[in-house]
């Protein structure tokens, strides 16, 4: 059910892209600037390339077809919306929120789902993690706001 609801928003973010839609946007109470879109397509990057991980997990090394082809094509899409969202944000900024965000929510993932538990300092490098994003976004002016 995820890959279908993953693909569900891909087909949206392409109608939503086309220029005869995407025109749409620009005026009246739908106005969003590019930076907000490439920042929507790097948030759905990031969430289809944990998905993705999830179900990396699930293909038990690719002994499995299923889970192992709505992994493929979950990173495909994360991949293709990264390189979405870096024609807006500089790539080293794009990067490090979609491998930092990545790696968090994936640890959280393991967590919740797989019950696998993390250590005192695997916490701590996910805090730093966490830390280096929010100082990245606040203080940086290689960020596009």
Sequence with gaps: MVSLGAAFFYLLLIYFTQSSVYAG???GVLAMSPTIIAYGYLAIA?????????????????????????????YAISFYLLTQSIKTIPLGIAYALW?????????????????QSLDTAAVVGIAMIVGGVVVMNVLSNSVVH
Aim: charged fraction near 10%.
């Design 25 to 27: 946007f620009n005026t």
């Design 99 to 115: 491998g930092g965000l990545g790696i968090v929510l994936t640890s959280l993932v393991g967590v919740f789902f797989f019950k």
């Design 46 to 74: 990031i969430i289809c390339e944990v998905v993705g991980t999830t179900f990396l997990v699930k293909s038990e090394q690719f002994t499995r077809l299923v889970p192992t082809l709505i992994m493929g094509v979950l």
